[in-house]
């Protein structure tokens, strides 16, 4: 949500408090009973609602989304979506939310236009370009996927790790092993804790064998970050191919507790297969 839509709520709360006092003070000179006064505060707060639903839809919306109970703000957001709300984050979050869990890219790439048409922040334009990038990975257009994300580096100066680690996982999946790296260790110095960057190390380092690199990465990554599927998957396929079959079993085990995103390379399939095998 960006400023000017903050400072607007605050503005009509702050109005409404101060028209409803000097309403009060009204009706008590007029002489009038309490339950008129309430019914008629009511009725003030209902046409508020109703003229300001839009808005009131898509704060709850932004709101849920961003404190991490996104089964909650879903439908709201498309509420405030199909009433044809002005806050592009409802937009954003929404075709995220399209990415993520439905993998339906034609509705991201529609609302990710309609929230183009608004007056879009910084943080806004951030989200809605990091979106297009997985929109295009998801549809395999790896080369605008990556070009997204170039640009946007190329017109702001700070790209946070997260954003410096999906670009980094986006040239290792087109084979761009330097360039993968290279963003990779700018995510580290970002954020040194970030255990998806070291997951994008360990996997390059096992597509070109060096499986000692790739373990010490992948054991780096998990020691950051417990729930990364990927580094638990592949370790546990480097210990399996050892012949440690306990360390394996455990690794399969922890990747099967992990959640399944576009950006991981092991399929929920892949993980499901290998947890039977050593779990039953």
């Not at 990038?133 to 170039?150: F, N, P, Q, R, T």
Request: glycine share 4%; aromatic share 12%.
């Amino acid at each position: 949500m960006n400023r000017g839509m903050i400072k607007r709520y605050i503005f009509l709360l702050a109005a409404a408090v101060v028209l409803y006092g000097l309403y009060i003070v009204i009706m008590i000179v007029m002489g009038q009973p309490l339950f008129v006064l309430l019914l008629v505060y009511i009725a003030i707060i209902v046409t508020f609602y109703w003229l300001n639903r839009r808005s009131i839809w898509a704060l709850r919306g932004n709101y849920f989304y961003v404190t991490g109970h996104k089964a909650r703000a879903k439908p709201i957001l498309k509420k405030a979506v199909e009433a044809g709300t002005k806050s592009p984050s409802a937009y954003i979050y929404l075709a995220l939310m399209a990415v993520q869990e439905d993998k339906d890219a034609r509705t991201a790439f529609d609302l990710l236009k309609r929230a183009q048409e608004l007056s879009v922040g910084i943080i806004d334009e951030r989200n809605a370009l990091t979106t297009l990038a997985s929109c295009h990975y998801l549809v395999g257009e790896m080369d605008k996927a990556i070009e997204v994300l170039e640009d946007m580096r190329a017109r702001h100066e700070y790209t946070n790790a997260g954003v410096l680690t999906t670009l980094g996982y986006l040239y290792f999946r087109n084979n761009d092993f330097d360039k993968a790296i290279e963003l990779s260790e700018l995510a580290m110095e970002d954020d040194p804790n970030h255990g998806a960057a070291w997951d994008n190390v360990g996997q390059v380092r096992y597509k070109q064998g060096d499986m000692e690199a790739a373990k010490e990465a992948f054991r780096t990554a998990l020691s950051k970050r417990e729930n990364l599927a990927d580094s638990a998957y592949f370790l546990a396929l480097i210990y399996e191919a050892e012949s440690h079959v306990e360390d394996a079993k455990e690794y399969f085990r922890r990747a099967a507790i992990c959640t399944i995103s576009i950006y991981n390379s092991a399929t929920a399939e892949m993980v499901d297969e290998k947890y039977r095998q050593y779990h039953g």
